[in-house]
């Protein structure tokens, strides 16, 4: 069965701190797709990153960077110097062939000045 | 580029209304989904579409969903009739072919209050 879980259901930080988003997935295929995303109080998805099953390579985008480890099965979302506009909540998903996203339950970010 | 469309943005009914939603995907996406997202909860899927054709819809209660998507183009979502456990923000996202690694670019979504 295919699952993801994110454990952290709300973090609260003050702006400058960095934070790590939680997210632990389960799968049977060797080849699936993780994905992040954001959803802003206006409540529609937005896609931050993708990453496939064979690509284990850390990444960085500006101040947003992902850990991908197969070993733990775990793909973390780290914010650094966190600012107010990061408020939202977080979903990672998983995808593999032939089914939809299934993703974790969110975990909600404050971001306080 | 024109973004996935949705309407109405909200909604409330009473319990055993009827209801629909409707979704514009991106153009020339092939692949088109409907999730619903209680609160608290991540999306779950309802229905895939590819083209117009069904691709998945294990997880839609059909007793009182049901879905078309004419033409490959449009698509339409429908509760009748509708019971209190179906409060929750209806999503529509498209994809360009349906495919594993694919991004899906969401609506909107339009949020249902039942009373």
């Known amino acids: 069965a295919q699952k993801v879980t994110q454990a952290q259901t709300e973090i609260s930080v003050v702006e400058k701190e960095d934070v790590t988003l939680d997210c632990v997935y389960e799968?049977?295929?060797?080849?699936?797709?993780l994905f992040w995303y954001k959803q802003p109080p206006s409540g529609e998805l937005v896609f931050l990153i993708r990453r496939n099953s064979f690509d284990e390579q850390n990444e960085i985008s500006g101040r947003y960077s992902w850990n991908f480890q197969k070993s733990t099965s775990s793909f973390n979302f780290t914010i650094t110097a966190s600012q107010v506009v990061d408020s939202a909540v977080y979903f990672c998903?998983?995808?593999?062939?032939?089914?939809?996203?299934?993703f974790g339950k969110g975990t909600t970010l404050s971001v306080s000045s | 580029e024109a973004g996935v469309a949705q309407s109405p943005r909200y909604k409330i009914i009473e319990k055993r209304q009827s209801v629909a939603f409707w979704c514009n995907p991106i153009s020339g996406h092939a692949t088109l989904y409907w999730y619903q997202q209680i609160l608290g909860q991540g999306p779950k899927l309802l229905i895939q579409f590819q083209n117009n054709g069904v691709v998945d819809d294990s997880q839609l209660p059909k007793d009182r969903f049901s879905a078309e998507r004419l033409k490959g183009v449009d698509s339409t979502l429908k509760i009748q009739p509708a019971k209190l456990e179906d409060s929750a923000v209806y999503l529509c996202?498209?994809?360009?072919?349906?495919?594993?690694?694919?991004?899906?670019?969401f609506g909107p979504g339009t949020r249902l209050t039942v009373l």
């Open positions: 996202a498209s994809s360009l072919r349906g495919l594993a690694d694919n991004e899906q670019f």
């Open positions: 799968t049977r295929d060797t080849t699936y797709y």
């Open positions: 998903a998983l995808n593999q062939a032939g089914t939809a996203l299934i």
